[in-house]
């Protein structure tokens, strides 16, 4: 796989799927290997995927330096790699926590940003977290679902503060508990970074109001997908998010959690792909922010 030198000198990789005009992802997590993307449910079929591992996950090396996981720093490497790829501009997608990423990158490299998607993004960067009535409510979507009288109280209870992730929630985060998202869940344990997890919000990490400042002034077209019954963030943030922008519009993917592409990847393939070739938005669940 190809490796970039970071300005600090950490060895960085990234991994490319598929042929064509090239789509730089950055994952979330945060700090979790690129790998749980795949190719974004066929996405690699119309763009080429340059699949980033963030500095101390996947196959890039560890910095010597752990100040250097803050989501902050991490935009150099994103600037890095495109220098290294040779590209003018590109398009960027953002997952997660990566979407944090995406608009920092997004605010201090406005000139290098042709078009933005931010997929179930965290945007954190804003000063706009999910809060816990918000997850809450998004869960009791789920109350239907056979694995919901054994998850949501633990995951209530780590919404107000009385334990941490625990496995018997994840189903909340996925709009299918079928065996496939059972992989995709269980293969975590092995994709995350969690000290890098712990620095990458830290303080210092993020200032909302030079943000929302930079991306106010923003030419690039935006796209804000959420999943409808995502526990974070939820539709109602993604149009909030949205709203940072000039130029943004929204897509609400129908019975989607927080990884679209493994819930219906014809649809997502389908909304992500119109947007990149600027075509107009169609279906209910698309609007402008």
Excluded at 23 to 52: E, F, I, K, N, T
Excluded at 176 to 195: I, L, P, Q, Y
Aim: proline letters at 8%; a negative charge; charged letters at 20%.
């Amino acid at each position: 796989m190809p490796f970039f030198t970071a300005i600090d000198g950490t060895e960085i990789a990234y991994h490319l799927r598929g042929e064509g005009e090239p789509l730089v992802v950055l994952p979330g997590g945060p700090m979790r290997a690129s790998a749980y993307l795949g190719d974004l449910g066929g996405l690699a079929g119309h763009r080429q995927l340059v699949l980033l591992d963030l500095r101390g996950t996947g196959d890039s090396a560890v910095p010597a330096d752990p100040a250097t996981y803050r989501c902050d720093h991490l935009v150099d490497d994103v600037e890095v790699l495109r220098a290294h790829m040779g590209l003018a501009h590109m398009d960027v997608l953002g997952h997660s926590a990566g979407g944090s990423l995406a608009l920092l990158y997004a605010a201090r490299y406005p000139e290098r940003v042709s078009r933005l998607a931010l997929v179930t993004a965290n945007p954190w960067a804003l000063g706009m977290p999910a809060t816990a009535e918000d997850r809450l409510a998004a869960a009791l979507l789920r109350e239907g679902e056979p694995w919901f009288a054994q998850a949501f109280p633990a995951y209530r209870a780590s919404l107000a503060g009385a334990g941490e992730f625990d496995p018997v929630f994840a189903p909340f985060f996925y709009g299918r508990w079928d065996d496939a998202a059972k992989e995709h869940d269980a293969r975590g344990d092995d994709e995350f970074n969690d000290e890098a997890a712990g620095i990458y919000g830290s303080d210092g990490a993020y200032d909302p109001p030079a943000t929302r400042s930079a991306l106010a002034r923003l030419d690039a077209p935006v796209l804000v997908l959420a999943g409808e019954l995502d526990v974070a963030p939820g539709p109602e943030l993604a149009h909030r998010t949205a709203d940072a922008f000039p130029n943004a519009e929204t897509a609400v993917q129908p019975g989607a959690g927080h990884h679209p592409w493994l819930d219906d990847a014809e649809w997502f393939v389908r909304r992500v792909v119109t947007f990149l070739e600027g075509g107009a938005a169609v279906g209910p669940s698309s609007g402008n922010g």
